[in-house]
Every structure is written in structure tokens, then in C-alpha cells.
């Protein structure tokens, strides 16, 4: 029977959340992983049990581990991230050059073709691809060692590559994107980048309108319109039609444009939405109501979903890798908090309800939609 | 043979209970032993020392007969008890993080 398996990343272990394609009753499952940050859980499109976890703690450092049964049991593949040839610096906080330096994986994008081909996104910024499952990892120096990437500093979270999309209608298009340098793009597999940022304007950085150096929070695009790009920037939602080659401001009528999370509708590719945080040093919902805010063109006009989200007293945030869709026919919009709930709608965001509480602090949602 | 204690988060990744215990060739060092751990558990690869400079992550320390030893080089021999089995080497995660 169709149902729907929801991939929780927390600050404290891996939770997979099941149900029917009704999506009214909710298992829990026991934490993958206890006390282990989990940046990100993510399912192979091809073969739906196999999963990709991102494991890391401060102690004991990075493990990614792999799944073949959907996450009933799991076992640890490669964790070698190594900079390939001269790692170079980049700008610190401060200014000064710092050399590269490997943290954690925020980023699991399997291939849409192939279970084995995965791509992580890591911090310090750069991608490395593996095509046997997980067990070796190589970095794709292109992007690293793009001219600009000298001048690459990190955002308040750290110099993370925390997005990847792989279009799907050309394999060796891939987009990703680094806080805080920007979006690049590559057309040739991985091979080399450019950044795509025409249009991005940050009054943060020196140059407002500078090629690099902007603080991009998540992006997203629907598969059956691969040239439409939806940004969610530190400030500002943005919209691209061109594949990256310009962006244009949709924040219209949203009552604050900050925010981390922005997903696509799985059947209506201009419906997106959105989670207004009322600003980069308030890290909580506008007036202490949690909404979400929908448009059903593209952006610029917004309408406010709350329907079973709490609408006082709410501080919690919503993180960039934290809102995922289901494909089932009625599109079910799935997203988690720090406070540990995770809310899901069965009707493309009109009603809202619960279905974890008290998990840790969320980092990432994922969702399958199983046949 | 070595008796090595490790951490609650290493001994779930290596899915070992209690103390695990490793021969080393030669003299007994954090560098043999540590070899020798992630030999025989390759899951333990880059989560005690990294994999590339092989230094001690910063947040794991090596304790044995009621010493610290996470700043002795790591050639140095390390004590007699623990080379013959008396005593075990212990991985200890640092209390850190409040």
C-alpha cells in the first residue's frame, strides 16, 4: 500500500516517521544514532530503501551511514573527506585567509539514476562525490578552486555547501549553493562552476550586487520545470527563470523575507513555500505565530497557512534543509523545528497537524513517497 | 594483548560491549594501538585521531594507570601495565559542552 516515510535529522539521533497514504497516524521510530547530530537522511529516487545518513559530533567527527532496508539497520561506509591537490584559503571571519578545513557533512543528494552515485555537500564549501555506496569519497575540485573561492567567507553557521540539485533533465547540470558565497553552477557534470548570483542583492556585504559573497539559505526547483530556481536568501526570496543566469525578488506581501526554508509543490511547479522568520538576530516566527506562507504564482503574492500551527507564543526556528513534499496526488508539505515538533499538512498546506512533538532539535526533513 | 576501553559512541559504531583487546607489533605506543583499534574496527577510522595527520581529535583523550597521556608524542612507549595487559588504554570522549 502507498505511504509515506518521513527522514528526521536532529540534533540528537535519526527518527523515521511512517504512515498510510492517508498520513493521519504517525509511528516513531526508536533514535538511529542516539546523541549523534544528524545534519541530513536522505533516500536513493531509484531504490527507495536505500538510504545516506549524515553522522557527525564535535568529539568523534564525521561517519556517513547507509541504509538498505529503509533504515531498520544501518551500516557505516566511507568517511575519508580529503581536499584533493593545494587546499588554499579562504576568508575568516575576520578577514584574514584561512586555509580549508574539513567539519561535517551538511548535504546527502543521491543520483537520480544510480543508488551507488551520491554527492555531499560539506563544510568547509566543497562537493565530493562517491560512486560506490559511500565507501570512497572524491572531491569534485572544480568548485573549490573556482578563482573566487579565495574570496569566499563563511555565514554565521559556517562555510557549509548545504544545497545540491541535480537536474533532471541534464545529467551534468548540477546546482549548489554556500553559505555565504552564493549559487554556482556547473554544466559539465561537476567538472568546473561559475556562480550564478545576477540579481542577488545583499546590503550585508560590501558590494550589494557583487558576483560572490551572498548569503544563500536553501534553493529548490521543481523537476518538470528545471529552469525555474526558488531562493530562500538570508534576506529575500528570489526567483530565477533562466537556470541561474539572472534572480528576481518575489518577497511581495511575505511580512518579514527572512528565513531558511523554501520547497516546490510536487504537482504545481509556481506553488512554493516559504517560512518567514522575523530577522537574522530574532532566530523566531513574526509575533510569536508560527506560518507558513504559500504562493500559488511563483511567489510575490503570499497567503498565510495557519491551520493547526500554533499562532501564539511560538519561538522556534525552521532550518534550510527542514521542508519537504510527498508526491502523492493531494501533495502532502512536511517541515520540522528546533523545538523538536515536525508538521505535516495532507492538503498542500491548508490544514496543519503535529506529527512529532518531542524530538530534538530538528536539522532536516526528507520524505519518500513509497509505492 | 591490549585492553582498550573506548568511549559509549565508539563501542556502539564498533558494536562491541566492554573492553576490546588488540595485538600490537613492537613496542606498545598510541600510534600501535591505534593502528591496531582501527585495523581490527575500520569503522573507528577518523573518529579518534584524523585520518590524514593521524593527530588526536581534540575532544578525545587517552588516560592509562590514572594518567593523562593525550599530549605524549605518539611513539612514546606507554606504560608497562597497559603493554602487558594489567591495565587498559582508555579513549575517553572529554566532558565538554556543559
Redesign the interface.
Known amino acids: 500500500m502507498t505511504g509515506v516515510r518521513v527522514l528526521v535529522g536532529t540534533r540528537k539521533g535519526a527518527f523515521i516517521l511512517t504512515s498510510d497514504a492517508k498520513r493521519e497516524k504517525w509511528d516513531i521510530s526508536e533514535p538511529a544514532f542516539p546523541?549523534?547530530e544528524i545534519y541530513h537522511v536522505k533516500g536513493a529516487p531509484t531504490h527507495p530503501d536505500r538510504l545516506y545518513a549524515s553522522q557527525s559530533?564535535?568529539?568523534?567527527?564525521?561517519?556517513i551511514q547507509r541504509s538498505d532496508d529503509g533504515g531498520l539497520t544501518w551500516e557505516?561506509v566511507g568517511?575519508?573527506f580529503?581536499y584533493e591537490g593545494n587546499v588554499g584559503d579562504h576568508l575568516w571571519y575576520d578577514g584574514t585567509p584561512r586555509p580549508w578545513a574539513f567539519t561535517r557533512v551538511w548535504h546527502l543528494e543521491p543520483s537520480l539514476s544510480d543508488p551507488d552515485t551520491v554527492y555531499a555537500g560539506v563544510e568547509d564549501a566543497a562537493l565530493f562525490r562517491s560512486t560506490d555506496g559511500g565507501q570512497e569519497w572524491t572531491e569534485l575540485t572544480g568548485l573549490r578552486q573556482h578563482p573566487s573561492a579565495p574570496r569566499w567567507a563563511p555565514g554565521a553557521g559556517g562555510m557549509c555547501l548545504h544545497s545540491i540539485i541535480l537536474d533532471p533533465r541534464d545529467a551534468k547540470r548540477i546546482f549548489v549553493a554556500i553559505s555565504a558565497a552564493g549559487t554556482f553552477r556547473s554544466d559539465d557534470a561537476g567538472q568546473t562552476w561559475r556562480p550564478v548570483n545576477q540579481g542577488l542583492h545583499s546590503e550585508g556585504i560590501p558590494d550589494p550586487m557583487a558576483d560572490i559573497g551572498h548569503c544563500v539559505h536553501h534553493i529548490a526547483m521543481h523537476p518538470s520545470n528545471p529552469d525555474v530556481l526558488y531562493m530562500q536568501k538570508h534576506w529575500d526570496v528570489m526567483r530565477s527563470k533562466d537556470a541561474g543566469e539572472s534572480w528576481q525578488e518575489i518577497s511581495g506581501n511575505l511580512p518579514t523575507d527572512f528565513g531558511f526554508a523554501i520547497d516546490v509543490h510536487a504537482h504545481e511547479p509556481e506553488t512554493i513555500y516559504v517560512v518567514p522568520i522575523k530577522s537574522d538576530s530574532q532566530h523566531f516566527p513574526l509575533d510569536g505565530r508560527l506560518r507558513v506562507y504559500r504562493s500559488r504564482t511563483g511567489g510575490d503574492e503570499w497567503e498565510a497557512l495557519t491551520a493547526g500551527l500554533p499562532q501564539q507564543d511560538c519561538y522556534v526556528n525552521v532550518l534550510r534543509d527542514a521542508m519537504a513534499v510527498d508526491t502523492l496526488d493531494e501533495c502532502g508539505i512536511y517541515f520540522g523545528t528546533t523545538g523538536g515538533q515536525v508538521y505535516a499538512s495532507a492538503d498542500a498546506g491548508d490544514t496543519w497537524a503535529p506529527i512529532a512533538r518531542d524530538l530534538p532539535a530538528v536539522l532536516s526533513v526528507e520524505v519518500q513517497t513509497l509505492p | 594483548m591490549i585492553k582498550v576501553v573506548l568511549?559509549a559512541?565508539?563501542k556502539a559504531?564498533a558494536k562491541v560491549h566492554g573492553q576490546v583487546e588488540v595485538e600490537v607489533q613492537g613496542p606498545a605506543t598510541q600510534r600501535s594501538v591505534l593502528d591496531a583499534i582501527e585495523a581490527s574496527y575500520p569503522?573507528l577510522?577518523?573518529?579518534?585521531r584524523d585520518?590524514?595527520t593521524h593527530r588526536r581529535?581534540s575532544?578525545?583523550r587517552f588516560f592509562a594507570c590514572q594518567e593523562d597521556l593525550s599530549n605524549e608524542l605518539p611513539d612514546t612507549p606507554l606504560p608497562d601495565a597497559v603493554a602487558s595487559g594489567a591495565e587498559p588504554f582508555l579513549v575517553v570522549?572529554?566532558m565538554?559542552?556543559g
Not at chain 1, 57 to 63: A, D, K, S, V, Y
Not at chain 2, 45 to 48: A, L, P, Q, S, V
Open positions: 546523541g549523534w559530533t564535535g568529539w568523534f567527527g564525521q561517519l557505516p568517511n575519508n580529503a | 568511549p559512541h565508539l559504531l569503522m577510522r577518523g573518529t579518534i585520518q590524514a581529535r575532544f578525545v570522549g572529554a565538554a559542552g
